[in-house]
């Protein structure tokens, strides 16, 4: 069975990326999808962007973070442990403007949170492939836009067990030649779509409404 994966949790319902998100999500998918980050005080945040009110969130410590985020409980956010979310999670591990030694703790503090089931992705390939020995769970890389995929054709050979997420405006290029079986399609909202790429053989789609999505599967 083809995997739907809810896209930062229910985001047109709750706010994204929460736990409460999360968890309503899981009653549709087979994975919930959500970001994380660190705080400058080393603590793991679901939270997409990479900056609040123009500070980067790297520079802001938790207790700063909370004070600007109106009537939200900093256990909605902050990752302390995997019990949080109760299904499958696929984490995606955000590192744009950190440091390496940033990046470093970032997911060596991820190490321990996940599970079997899970999977751990990012934009940075590089980081993926740094700590994929460590993984107790499966890992992708994400890509969106043409040119990684000549790079990463050659690590789906070298690598038979690396996932990919690939934007959706992807597949219509020539040049795509991933193996069906280890793409999730992100992100897919529309019902032709979703059943399309499911049909074609896809791993999984992302999709911000799993809701609706999930009466469409086959």
């Given amino acids: 069975m083809k995997k739907i994966f809810g896209h930062r949790g229910l985001p047109l319902t709750y706010m994204e990326n929460s736990i409460t998100s999360l968890n309503a999500a899981l009653e549709y998918c087979d994975y919930v999808e959500t970001d994380v980050r660190i705080t400058a005080d080393s603590n793991l945040i679901l939270f997409h962007d990479p900056d609040l009110n123009e500070r980067f969130i790297k520079e802001l410590t938790t207790e700063e973070i909370f004070s600007q985020l109106d009537n939200v409980k900093k256990d909605e956010l902050i990752l302390s442990s995997r019990d949080q979310i109760k299904?499958?999670?696929?984490?995606?591990?955000?590192?744009?403007?950190?440091?390496?030694?940033?990046?470093?703790?970032?997911?060596?503090?991820?190490l321990p949170i996940l599970h079997p089931e899970d999977i751990v992705t990012s934009f940075n390939w590089k980081s993926i492939q740094d700590f994929k020995e460590l993984f107790s769970c499966r890992y992708g890389i994400i890509l969106d836009h043409e040119d990684a995929l000549f790079e990463a054709k050659s690590l789906s050979i070298h690598d038979e067990d690396m996932l990919f997420m690939v934007e959706r405006t992807l597949l219509d290029s020539r040049n795509f030649d991933l193996p069906l079986n280890r793409t999730v399609i992100w992100t897919v909202n529309e019902k032709n779509d979703f059943v399309h790429f499911l049909d074609m053989g896809a791993f999984g789609v992302i999709t911000d409404i799993p809701d609706t999505m999930h009466i469409y599967r086959k």
């Fill in 87 to 110: 299904g499958k999670v696929n984490f995606e591990i955000k590192t744009d403007s950190l440091l390496q030694p940033q990046i470093d703790i970032l997911f060596q503090k991820m």
